[in-house]
């Protein structure tokens, strides 16, 4: 029998047989689950949404506009409903503003992709003696294990290629599934109900073969997936991940654009992906990734920005936090708007805006914090902090932990025995805290 490595049983090999094991999901009351679960949030069952913005997005086009600089690009600031100011072409979520604040004093070093991503999801620089967990899984391992109701994943990616649960091992990685809630990497296949189990009774067998033997940890971790993998096949939240259930009323508000067929009108991935995060939610999932790529803006910033990036953001950030707060839950939701880095105060020879770490913006919001606050500030160009302090992305999910009721003292142990502290020893924000 092939033991996979944990990369490998994070995404194809537990999709596939995923895949194979969910033959059919039987139609179930969705609706009353959800309300179940929504009585329950509001008891204390916290969550955070992010929205990562693979690529690096230009904050200083969005969140901190520098009108009258020589880096202040073509676009002007607005104002919002808080205490701040952003760009013209983001009105709707101006007018929700007053539930979000940026964070403009980020100074986080790493300006390659690579490890920018893993700093910002980890709090911790790369380092090749350990694999530290993107926070999501730290969310999965703190609060999800917690859920005993929680019959799916605890940490869900939607359109992205997710992150490494690292040291606290593969039952924490993200669960992929694209905007449309189809499984990432499975094939459905066709296999009889009758033949799968016995497959899978044949397959129990040898799995505790493996385990008797005292082969380390992979053997017990691939029977505790594939037992996920099983529950799945009757679980009524996998109704979570159907958007298309959604009126088209709501669609409409999350897109920017009318729903045709049961299609989505005008792109609006984005939005899609923000409802369907809303809809695990209140099914019991703490923590969503949604994957909003395409911001490596080295040239054609302004046309990309205003024509393509920017309507979908507008659209699904108001959306979200409008609907949200409808239905009673955004204290209840945190908000987390990044990407690796921001980009160059300095406009390129290409109309584009390249890497930088030393001075940028994260949004965040909602879950109890202060809204419509600007936290920091750039210089008049945007090329440093001004504001005399700078934050790093500890600080970010350090707050995030803070109003989960993630104790800020909690130290995981990495495989060689090395104690790490939850978002590296981050600090809450102080002026986002009630």
């Given amino acids: 029998m092939h033991l996979p490595t944990p990369a490998g049983m ?4 537990f999709m596939r047989h995923l895949a194979a094991s969910a033959a059919t999901i039987p139609a179930l009351n969705f609706i009353s689950h959800v309300q179940a679960n929504a009585a329950q949030l509001k008891r204390n069952n916290k969550a955070c949404i992010l929205m990562w913005m693979s690529g690096g997005p230009p904050t ?3 969140w901190d506009l520098k009108p009258g600089s020589k880096n202040g690009g073509e676009f002007k600031p607005i104002s919002t409903k808080g205490n701040l100011q952003i760009s013209e072409h983001m009105p709707k979520t101006a007018q929700v503003m007053d539930k979000l604040s940026v964070v403009r004093a980020m100074s986080t070093r790493e300006a390659d992709h690579g490890r920018g991503r893993y700093y910002m999801h980890t709090s911790y620089v790369p380092n090749p003696t350990v694999v530290h ?4 899984s730290v969310v999965s391992y703190e609060v999800g294990t917690k859920r005993k109701e929680l019959e799916i994943p605890a940490f869900v990616s939607i359109g992205g290629g997710g992150s490494s649960p690292g040291f606290l091992g593969m039952s924490h990685s993200p669960f992929l599934v694209d905007t449309s809630g189809r499984i990432r990497n499975a094939d459905m296949g066709d296999l009889e109900p009758a033949r799968l189990n016995q497959r899978l ?8 073969g493996f385990i008797k033997s005292q082969r380390g940890e992979y053997p017990q971790a691939h029977k505790d997936i594939y037992q996920k993998a099983v529950n799945l096949m009757t679980s009524q939240q996998m109704e979570a991940f159907k958007v298309d259930q959604e009126s088209p009323e709501t669609l409409a508000m999350y897109t920017g654009a009318p729903a045709q067929g049961g299609m989505m009108g005008g792109g609006g991935q984005f939005g899609r992906g923000l409802l369907m995060a809303r809809r695990l939610v209140e099914a019991g999932v703490p923590f969503i990734e949604i994957d909003f790529g ?3 803006l080295h040239n054609n910033v302004f046309d990309t920005l205003k024509n393509q990036r920017l309507p979908q953001l507008d659209a699904g950030i108001a959306g979200l936090v409008a ?3 409808q239905r009673g839950m955004i204290d209840d939701v945190t908000l987390v708007w990044m990407g690796e880095f921001g980009r160059t105060p300095r406009i390129n020879q290409d109309v584009g805006r390249d890497h930088w770490a030393a001075s940028w913006s994260v949004m965040i919001g909602g879950g109890g914090l202060n809204g419509g606050v600007a936290v920091g500030e750039t210089d ?3 090329t440093s902090i001004a504001s005399g302090k700078s934050y790093l992305p500890g600080d970010i999910w350090a707050t995030v932990a803070r109003q989960m009721g993630i104790p800020l003292d909690t130290v995981h142990t990495s495989k060689r025995g090395r104690p790490m502290r939850i978002a590296n020893g981050g600090s809450p924000i102080q002026e986002l805290i009630s």
């Fill in 380 to 382: 008049k160009d945007g």
């Fill in 10 to 13: 994070n995404r194809r090999h």
């Fill in 323 to 325: 609907d949200l707060t």
């Fill in 294 to 296: 395409g911001w490596d």
């Fill in 201 to 208: 009774e044949m397959l129990g067998v040898i799995e505790d």
């Fill in 133 to 136: 967990p993107a926070f999501g």
């Fill in 60 to 62: 200083i086009d969005i």
